[in-house]
T-cell receptor, first 113, second 114 residues
Framework: NAGVTQTPKFQVLKTGQSMTLQCAQD?????MSWYRQDPGMGLRLIHY???????DQGEVPNGYNVSRSTTEDFPLRLLSAAPSQTSVYFC????????????FGSGTRLTVV | AQSVTQLGSHVSVSEGALVLLRCNYS??????LFWYVQYPNQGLQLLLK??????LVKGINGFEAEFKKSETSFHLTKPSAHMSDAAEYFC????????????FGTGTRLTIIP
């Protein structure tokens, strides 16, 4: 089925560990982004990409890295996990300009202990 | 930069009553506006969107929203609430042309009273 696929769905990390959250879409969308969702704060943009090879920072980029080597994939790397990064992470994609709306993955629930 | 304000973090309505969730936006250019719904432990699902054209937009599950430029509002309504409407609702704006970033409000949790 066409859409945005996120893996893993759940993850527990120890403080200081690193990991990569995977995001893949099969809709040939140029635009991809990562959000984190925290209670009472809505969704906040971490990083985004307007095409392969192009990435930029969002509202809360510290502690996260991204790369976009292909149109389909947009992984999010946590370099050294901290308890403040405990959150639910969503990946989203759209055609340029977002006219058709943004398609979201089902999320990754991350706990850092 | 664009922004969204959702008035009321929690809204409770009786089953069969009108649902009204408020959203005001700020954007320096004509905005694209969206409402998303999130059911417990699930991702976000697009309810409806306004890009250009008709200002009254109809979405899924009987919801609709009206874009009012003079009031910078995009309130979500449904004439008769159903128990299955209990969820969290997010308003979002894509602002400046060439800037695909989507900015979300903080969400409104809708509770339906039997």
């Amino acid at each position: 089925n066409a859409g945005v696929t996120q893996t893993p769905k759940f993850q527990v990390l120890k403080t200081g560990q690193s990991m990569t959250l995977q995001c893949a879409q099969d809709m040939n969308h140029e635009y991809m982004s990562w959000y984190r969702q925290d209670p009472g704060m809505g969704l906040r943009l971490i990083h985004y990409s307007v095409g392969a090879g192009i990435t930029d920072q969002g509202e809360v980029p510290n502690g996260y890295n991204v790369s976009r080597s292909t149109t389909e994939d947009f992984p999010l790397r946590l370099l050294s996990a901290a308890p403040s990064q405990t959150s639910v992470y969503f990946c989203a994609s759209s055609y340029r300009a977002g006219v058709g709306g943004y398609t979201f993955g089902s999320g990754t629930r991350l706990t850092v202990v | 930069a664009q922004s969204v304000t959702q008035l009321g973090s929690h809204v409770s309505v009786s089953e069969g009553a009108l649902v009204l969730l408020r959203c005001n936006y700020s954007s320096s250019v004509p905005p694209y506006l969206f409402w998303y719904v999130q059911y417990p432990n699930q991702g976000l699902q697009l309810l409806l969107k306004y890009t250009t054209g008709a200002t009254l937009v109809k979405g899924i599950n009987g919801f609709e929203a009206e874009f009012k430029k003079s009031e910078t509002s995009f309130h979500l309504t449904k004439p008769s609430a159903h128990m299955s409407d209990a969820a969290e609702y997010f308003c979002a704006v894509r602002g400046d042309f060439g800037n695909e970033k989507l900015t979300f409000g903080t969400g409104t949790r809708l509770t339906i009273i039997p």
